[in-house]
């Protein structure tokens, strides 16, 4: 029988560094072992080649070199964690076992099981806070209840935050590495794991601990004008983070760390508090999802359950035509090529595309969710459900149900040169700037002339946005709740 050790299971922390149950399991036991585990049962409902199984092989084999780089090794296993973490533990005889706190209610489920099985053996599962600064009851109403406002919810998580600087302290691994089994990393092939390559190498996605690190050195010069670049789809203004975050390659802790400093000398421009609050958004929608799991699929506000959406051929034709980018509203069509392209959306076309989708389409949310759930690299339960909940005004705070994007005003606002419409649609790159974004609205002739036939080069609009609009309202009205 091996010595007694400690295990510890890497599942959305790719990192060896600032690592709560890493570095916990460290300071607890001489021995340490590393486990990573290709969950069987979310990979077999995966298309074949999927760029964020190609991510993750990426980044567990950095992991995996960085853990031997410090004196240890990873082995990578794959089937059904629930059973396999158990009969690891038992092989090694780790006597505890280390992993970081996830809140999807489906991996709650998870843990709940692998702790009875664990305990059951007389070994125990220990898990810590690590993917958020503040979590669960952590920030609450002075009444004591959870928040379902975002803003309230801000200031007290930065209340918080002032009266507890050393919630952004880094869990210490290196100093402690000695304590790692020494051996060799043992990692599944792709094809082992019955996938093929995705495109995310052509598309040069930075992958593991070094690409979130490069990520990061290269949106903090750009920090400061964050607030004003980052609506803007053809401007690179935002981070491209998300899908580190997703994955853990870096330590959040680092980011609010290195945002908070800036912050208080007065270094980080106007972009850094706005910066900030979009990764307060990723906390409040974990937050929310925590202590509402019926949002997985049912409207966060419960009277919004009873809208009647759009359902039959049409309405699946309609739907196919949005998943597409054949709706014939560039800016959405050019957003939803982004997405199928790259497994990328920007933000505000996030919102312009399901807002679409709801309110134009009149389609049900949660058949957009489920889409970019598969197809989004970043795809995060939490932030995905509350973003559509947000467009469909179903959600905590979310946009009033009257407030509908026009897609066409939002193309003008934020892509105004048509810069990301030509990116993706090259159809219609002869339309000058204000052209573009409406084309069915110039003559046959004008469009015949630019070389572009509506229904051949281009899809001829599938719904007029006004007409949409007045039965969107309409389908609402079952919601409107008494005075
Ligand atoms: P940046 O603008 O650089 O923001 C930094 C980080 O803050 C992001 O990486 C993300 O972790 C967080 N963040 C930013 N905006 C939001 C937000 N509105 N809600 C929650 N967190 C936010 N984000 C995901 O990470 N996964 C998803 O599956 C997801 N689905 C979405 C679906 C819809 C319909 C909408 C409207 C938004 C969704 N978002 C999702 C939020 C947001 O669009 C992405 O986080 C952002 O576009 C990622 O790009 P970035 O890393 O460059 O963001």
């Known amino acids: 029988m091996p010595p007694p050790s400690a295990l510890v299971w890497f599942r959305r922390d790719l990192r060896s560094f600032d690592h709560a ?65 158990p009969q690891l533990a038992a092989a090694l005889n780790a006597t505890d076992v280390y992993c970081n706190h996830d809140y999807e209610p489906q991996a709650i489920a998870r843990d709940a099981t692998v702790a009875a099985t664990l305990a059951g053996a007389g070994r125990r599962l220990h898990s810590f806070k690590d993917q958020v600064i503040f979590e669960r009851d952590e920030v609450l109403s002075q009444a004591g209840t959870p928040f379902s406002v975002y803003t309230p919810y801000k200031n007290a998580w930065l209340k918080r935050l002032r009266e507890e600087p050393g919630a952004l302290a880094p869990y ?45 050195d ?17 401007i690179k203004g935002p981070s491209y983070l998300s ?60 009277a919004y359950d009873a809208i009647v959406w759009e359902t039959g051929p049409q309405a699946d034709a309609a739907f196919e035509a949005w998943c597409a980018g054949h709706t014939g509203y560039p800016l959405v069509d050019a957003a939803m090529a982004q997405l199928n392209q790259t497994g990328y959306m920007h933000n505000r076309l996030r919102m312009v595309t399901a807002c679409f989708l709801i309110k134009d389409l009149g389609i049900d949310w949660r058949r957009g969710e489920a889409y970019f759930a598969l197809h989004l690299n970043d795809f995060d339960l939490a932030s995905n459900n509350g973003g559509w909940q947000w467009a469909s005004s179903s959600g905590c705070d979310a946009q009033p149900y009257f407030r509908i994007f026009n897609p066409v005003t939002q193309s003008e606002k934020f892509d105004p040169a048509g810069r990301f419409i030509r990116r993706y649609l090259p159809q ?21 002339q630019k070389g572009i036939t509506l229904g051949r080069d281009y899809p001829a609009p599938l719904v007029r946005h006004d007409a949409a609009r007045e039965r969107t309202l309409a389908r609402y009205a079952v919601v409107k709740t008494p005075a």
């Open 172 to 216: 210490p691994v290196d100093g402690l590495a000695a304590r790692l089994a020494p051996g060799v990393s043992h990692l599944p092939t792709l094809a082992a794991l019955g996938f093929t390559p995705s495109n995310l190498a052509t598309l040069s996605i930075p992958t593991g601990m070094s690409g979130a690190a490069r990520l990061f």
């Open 243 to 302: 899908l580190h975050l997703r994955f853990g390659t870096l330590a959040i802790r680092h980011l609010v760390r290195t945002v908070w400093e800036l912050m208080a000398r007065g270094a980080g421009g106007e972009g850094a508090a706005v910066w900030l609050a979009e990764l307060i958004w990723r906390e409040f929608y974990a937050m929310i999802l925590y202590h509402h799991p019926h949002v997985i699929s049912h409207a966060f506000k419960p």
């Open 21 to 85: 149950a890493l570095s916990r399991a460290l300071q607890a036991h001489a021995i340490v072992h590393c486990v990573f585990v290709y969950d069987r049962t979310i990979l077999d409902a995966l298309p074949r080649s999927d760029r964020r199984v190609d991510f993750i092989h990426a980044s567990v084999a950095e992991l995996a070199a960085e853990l031997e780089r410090l004196g240890g090794h990873l082995t990578a296993l794959h089937g059904d964690p629930a059973v396999v973490i």
């Open 428 to 448: 219609l790159d002869a339309l000058n700037d204000k052209e573009i974004h409406a084309p069915w609205l110039l003559p046959p002739m004008l469009l015949a």
């Open 218 to 234: 290269d949106f903090l010069p750009r920090l400061a004008n964050y607030g004003a670049a980052r609506d803007f789809p053809a």
